[in-house]
């Protein structure tokens, strides 16, 4: 199910970005970059107070099994922030961070 | 005898063997067979099979031996089907034969078939013995493509330990093993068994009665170049003190556990080095190092930051930013290792695991008693897979605490030579260079506690470039540090109970010279101590990676640990300070006469550089001074600048 991850800045560019082979990086990035843009889109017509709804509204919009995914993904990225070595903005090189995406990707497709 | 295995089993090809062949293949033969227990099968055919008693060889150690030759996968299969063993199902000796044989062709090019292995062949490589046929053989081409991958074969099954005294038997008989060879006759294997354990006693006394520490060996000569591959090599016997430590952990955890991965195993010295590192970062052992402080450290280490986030990775087990204690050590150790060319694992390796560091190593605390506690559970505990190797470990677990003190009085006398050569030029490359360079240059050899240190080592083809060699010098210097250490009231003193047991000492120029240097600005001018320690502070901080950043006094004998001499400290320390020091040294060193000479031969030598070294140290105080300034007055800059430029 999980075609591509991507973690992406606060800057919004891709800090990991991975996919299976059917997709394109592009295409996918193009396609998380709307997504995003609906989040915001969202959270600017709601305003300050409805935000946190909103965002756990969306949430649910998603599949739940990918809530657990979710979960997952972001132990590993806190993980990987954990480490001090780790430069806040730069590409995520963890390896142990590319096994867990890894392992998700072959788990769900 | 060649055509014995053919003609045992009679369900493979026949097979013409030269001697060396034989001997080679009944040796793995045993290993795979030995290594499964596999249960006593019908009486092999060949008078070499008979010895060894097993006919079967179990799939497990055979497939595991078979990797190692390197081969693709489907080689592999193909062999394996050749030689018959799927046939019959299972690895007989003449299977077993046959597939060693077709292992060779294909390693020298020829495709796998049945007719490749009528013609002479060389014997097939494996890994583990590669690099020991490689030294020997002075074929550092091979070498290093293998070398890399010592870490990962030591993960496999012990069997293949064994295959150190079948490279032994090689390089015995390396005129008679040539490939073109092939005498009619040749004597049982099992006879040459102990001429391989003779032969490798002959090598380097102790060091290749353990397959295990032979192969920690390996990569620690590999990088030592060719020439540490001659037996009787000085740096050999450097190792053998170092091996020694090894084989003695891996004797231990064998019995315990058995890990096979040797170069992830932390020594004692190691661990004592891990743990003062730690203590002077964060003087509760039992609390963290934050992940701020740790960097900075490891920083200074010198690898790249993706290598040293990755270590991060591997050694912060609970992912909480924070180091404990063990973590602290499995990091320290992974990058000591990286530092000395081991490729990174890709996961923790079991000996490194927290909880099994807190286990091994409950108490930073070590002595000649736990290594004799080491020798006898392991005499108790040996594995029945080699009787040959029982008894010459436990021999040499035995004999241990004995011949360290031996061999750490040779390791001085070596160190000393080494630090001798290196000292001079050194200075003279101090001496030569502008200001700024000098500073440069200092801190990074100062700094640096494996990486130019060990490097130099490595291209002298001195000792291994084991880790920490500082706490290794501070154990090679047995109680006569201990001593200095209990009369100066530091951290150091907890390990004056410790005797040390005999690591290999690989020389340190660098830091010996800023740590000499150190010691005679410090030393002598006791009464100067606030401005010394002012300047020492900052100067600390660079100096020594390995000498973290102490109070001045702790300074003082950590070069005295870290010195590759053990004398050195004792001389460096001043004429009154290390008169009253080293007095005592000789009625400590009453167990090891020969360390006294060393050291006192030692101390002569290094008096005579510590003078220049004092001036070396001086002019590098000072323009480390100036460059402090400096930095201050850019991060100022940065600092009224930031505000603008930030939006």
């Known amino acids: 199910m999980a075609v591509c991850i991507a973690v992406i800045a606060k800057e919004n560019y891709p800090l990991y970005i991975r996919s299976t082979p059917m997709e394109s990086e592009l295409k996918f990035h193009y396609m998380v970059h709307t997504s995003l843009d609906v989040v915001d889109e969202k959270i600017s017509t709601m305003g300050k107070a409805l935000v946190d709804q909103r965002e756990l509204y969306l949430g649910l919009l998603y599949p739940t099994e990918d809530y657990k995914m979710f979960r997952k993904l972001h132990n590993s990225y806190t993980d990987v922030m954990c480490n001090p070595f780790y430069n806040p903005g730069d590409r995520i090189q963890s390896r142990a961070f590319d096994s867990m995406v890894t392992s998700m990707m072959i788990q769900v497709c | ?647």
């Open chain 2, 1 to 647: 005898m060649e055509t014995a295995a053919g003609g045992g089993c009679g369900s493979g090809p026949p097979l013409l063997l030269s001697e060396g062949e034989q001997q080679c293949y009944s040796e793995l033969f045993a290993r795979c067979a030995g290594a499964a227990s596999g249960g006593a099968g019908p009486g092999p055919p060949e008078a070499a099979r008979v010895s060894l008693g097993a006919a079967t060889a179990a799939a497990g150690p055979v497939a595991d031996l078979f990797r190692a030759s390197q081969l693709p996968a489907e080689t592999l299969h193909q062999i394996t089907e050749l030689c018959g063993a799927k046939r019959v199902g299972y690895f007989g000796p003449t299977q077993f034969y046959v597939a060693l044989k077709l292992i060779a062709a294909a390693q020298s090019g020829l495709p796998v078939r049945i007719e490749s292995i009528k013609c002479e062949l060389p014997l097939p490589r494996f890994m583990m013995s590669k690099n020991d046929g490689e030294i020997r053989f002075g074929n550092p081409a091979e070498l290093h493509g293998t070398k890399v991958q010592i870490p990962y074969l030591t993960t496999e099954k012990n069997s293949f330990k064994r295959m150190d005294d079948e490279d032994k038997q090689q390089e015995a008989q390396s005129p008679t093993m040539s490939p073109l060879a092939s005498p009619p006759s040749s004597p049982p294997p099992y006879q040459r068994v102990p001429l391989s354990h003779g032969y490798s006693k002959l090598r380097s006394g102790t060091e290749q009665m353990h397959p295990a520490p032979y192969e920690a060996r390996q990569p620690l000569v590999q990088p030592e170049g060719p020439s540490s591959g001659g037996p009787g090599a000085k740096p050999l016997r450097h190792q053998a003190s170092l091996i020694r430590s090894f084989s003695v952990e891996r004797e231990l955890q064998d019995n315990n556990s058995n890990y096979p991965d040797e170069p992830w195993r932390i020594t004692e010295e190691q661990r004592e080095y891990y743990v003062n590192q730690f203590r002077s970062l964060q003087p509760d052992p039992s609390s963290f190092i934050s992940g701020s402080v740790a960097k900075n450290f490891f920083t200074k280490s010198k690898l790249s930051i993706p290598e040293l986030s990755y270590i991060w990775e591997l050694s912060d087990a609970d992912c909480d930013g924070a180091l404990t204690l063990p973590e602290f050590c499995a990091a320290f150790h992974l990058i000591v290792a990286r530092k000395n060319g081991y490729p990174l694992p890709e996961g923790l390796p079991p000996t490194l695991q927290p909880e099994y560091l807190q286990a091994a190593f409950p108490k930073p605390k070590w002595d000649c008693a736990l290594f004799e506690s080491y020798s006898e559970s392991m005499s108790a505990n040996q594995q029945p897979r080699d009787l040959n190797r029982m008894e010459t470990s436990v021999k040499d677990v035995a004999d241990f605490p004995v011949p360290t003190q031996d061999v750490t009085g040779d390791d001085k006398q070596a160190l000393k030579n080494t630090i001798n050569e290196a000292l001079p030029k050194d200075v003279s490359e101090d001496s030569a260079t502008p200001k700024d360079s000098n500073s440069l240059k200092a801190r990074p050899r100062s700094r640096s506690y494996s990486s130019t240190s060990i490097e130099e080592a490595m291209k002298r083809g001195e000792d291994p470039p084991t880790p920490p060699p500082r706490p290794q010098k501070t154990h090679s210097r047995a109680s006569s540090l201990d001593l200095n250490k209990v009369f100066q009231p530091t951290v150091p003193a907890t390990k004056s109970g410790l005797l040390p047991p005999p690591p290999a000492l690989p020389p340190r120029p660098c830091p010996s010279q800023s740590e000499q240097v150190s010691e005679t600005e410090l030393l002598p001018q006791l009464n100067r101590v606030p401005s010394q320690a002012a300047e020492c502070s900052p100067a600390k901080k660079d100096v020594s990676y390995s000498q973290p950043p102490s109070k001045p006094i702790r300074r003082k004998f950590r070069p005295e640990n870290q010195s590759t001499e053990n004398q050195e400290p004792s001389t460096a320390a001043g004429g009154p300070t290390s008169v009253a020091t080293v007095k005592p040294h000789p009625t400590v060193q009453k167990q090891s006469s020969k360390q006294k000479k060393a050291i006192q031969t030692a101390i002569r030598k290094n008096k005579e550089a510590n003078a220049v070294l004092a001036r070396l140290n001086s002019e590098l105080q000072q323009q480390l001074k100036e460059v402090h300034q400096e930095r201050i007055a850019l991060e100022n800059q940065l600092e009224q600048l930031r505000p603008v430029t930030v939006l």
